[in-house]
C-alpha cells in the first residue's frame, strides 16, 4: 500500500515537503492551484447553501499535466476528489446535464491516469456539531470534538428544503448507476466517503451514507470493483464498528478503493467523540493495519483531521508529519517478510 496525502494544492513547497516526510501518493482536489493554502482553520465552517452547481467536466490534458508536475517531486497522483452537485443531492432539474458531466470527468480522469475518484454523497455536512478544544489532548495539543445535541432542531435552511433518506437514496442509485459504468470503462474506482460527522438528518437533510449498513447497501446497489468504499477507520469508530473487521469484509469483496487512517474516542457512538492522535484513540489501529496487510490493500493509506501542535504552522505541519511518520511505521512492523 502507498503512503498517502490529500492536497489543497500542488504549490512546489506543499509537494517538496511532502516528499520529504515519506508521502507517496497524493490526491488531488476537484480544483488545483499551484499557490499555497493561506489558511485551514480547525473546524470547517458552516454550510449555509445547499451544494453548489456542478463545474464544467475536466480536462484529461490539464488532469496529465498536473499529474506530471506531482510526479517531478517524486509523487504519484493516484487519487482525485470528484464534486457531485445540488442539482444531483438534491434532486433538482439540471441533475441529468450535471449527471453527464460527472460521467465525463470519470472518462478524463481514466485518459489522465488517476486511480481512484472519490465523492462524497452528501447535501448538507453536519459541521456546526464540531466545536475546537484548544488544548484540551495530549500534552495541550488542539483537538476537535463533536456534539450532535449542538445541531438538535436546528431548523432547515430556506434554500435547501427537508430531504428525507429514501430520497436521497433515490439519488444515490441513479448517480451509482449513471457513474459506475463510466468508471468501469475508464478503469478507475469509484470511492465514497461515508458522511462524515454520521449524524441521521441535519438541519432537515438526512445523511444516506452514515452505517457500515448503508456502505454494504452501496457497494450492491451496483454490484462493480469500480464502485468502492473511501474507508475512514475514524468514521468507522465513531459509528461504534469493529473497523478491522470492516475492512477485511470490504477487502475480501474487493471494495476498498482508499483509505483515511485515523482515530477518535467516542463517549457515544454517532453522537460525541473527540478527535485524537493515531496511537491515543479508541481504534486499534495496529490491527487495521494487520488487516489491510492481510486483505493485499495496496491503494492509498492517508491520515485525516490531525491534531493541532504548540509552534505548528497553520495548516499543521508538524501534526501531519508526525502521523505519517506512525503511518510508516505501522506499515514497516505489519508488513510480512523480513
Known amino acids: 500500500m502507498a503512503i498517502g496525502k490529500e492536497v489543497g494544492d500542488v504549490s512546489d513547497t506543499t509537494l517538496r515537503f511532502l516528499r520529504q516526510i515519506g508521502v507517496e501518493h497524493v490526491g488531488l482536489p476537484a480544483q ?37 508536475r506531482v510526479e517531478r517531486f517524486g509523487l ?24 453527464a458531466a460527472i460521467r465525463r470527468s470519470i472518462e478524463a480522469a481514466g485518459r489522465a491516469g488517476f486511480e481512484v475518484v472519490t465523492y462524497s454523497f452528501s447535501a448538507l455536512r453536519a459541521s456546526e456539531g464540531y466545536r475546537p478544544l484548544e488544548d484540551h489532548g495530549r500534552g495541550g495539543a488542539h483537538v476537535r470534538s463533536f456534539d450532535a445535541s449542538r445541531i438538535e432542531g436546528l431548523p ?12 436521497l437514496w433515490d439519488r444515490l442509485r441513479g448517480f451509482l448507476r449513471a457513474a459506475v459504468p463510466a468508471a468501469e470503462a475508464a478503469g478507475v474506482r469509484l470511492a465514497v466517503h461515508p458522511n462524515d460527522p454520521p449524524v441521521a438528518e441535519f438541519r432537515g437533510v438526512a445523511q444516506p451514507v452514515r452505517t457500515l449498513d448503508d456502505l454494504k447497501r452501496l457497494i450492491a446497489t451496483v454490484d462493480s470493483p469500480a464502485n468502492s468504499v473511501y474507508l475512514d477507520t475514524g468514521v468507522l469508530t465513531e459509528m461504534g464498528e469493529d473497523a478491522p473487521a470492516a475492512i477485511r469484509w470490504l477487502g475480501e469483496r474487493d471494495r476498498l478503493g482508499a483509505v483515511h487512517f485515523r482515530n ?17 484513540g479508541d481504534c486499534d489501529m495496529p490491527a487495521c493495519m494487520r488487516a489491510l496487510q492481510g486483505i493485499g490493500y495496496a491503494g492509498m493509506l492517508e491520515p485525516d483531521h490531525t491534531p493541532g501542535i504548540h509552534g505548528d504552522t497553520f495548516d499543521t505541519w508538524i501534526g501531519w508529519a508526525f502521523a505519517i511518520g506512525q503511518i510508516i511505521a505501522l506499515r514497516s512492523a505489519t508488513a510480512e517478510g523480513p
Open 32 to 68: 488545483t492551484s499551484t499557490e499555497p493554502a493561506r489558511s485551514r482553520p480547525l473546524v470547517p465552517p458552516p454550510q449555509e447553501e445547499p451544494a453548489g452547481s456542478q463545474p464544467p467536466p475536466w480536462d484529461g490534458a490539464v488532469l496529465r499535466g498536473l499529474r506530471d
Open 76 to 99: 504519484v497522483a493516484s487519487a482525485i476528489a470528484l464534486p457531485v452537485s445540488g442539482n444531483v443531492l438534491l434532486g433538482r432539474p439540471g441533475a441529468d446535464a450535471d449527471l
Open 156 to 167: 432547515p435552511l430556506s434554500s435547501v428544503g427537508r430531504h428525507g433518506k429514501d430520497e
Open 264 to 280: 477518535v474516542h467516542v463517549e457515544v457512538p454517532f453522537q460525541r467523540y473527540i478527535e485524537t492522535f493515531l496511537d491515543d
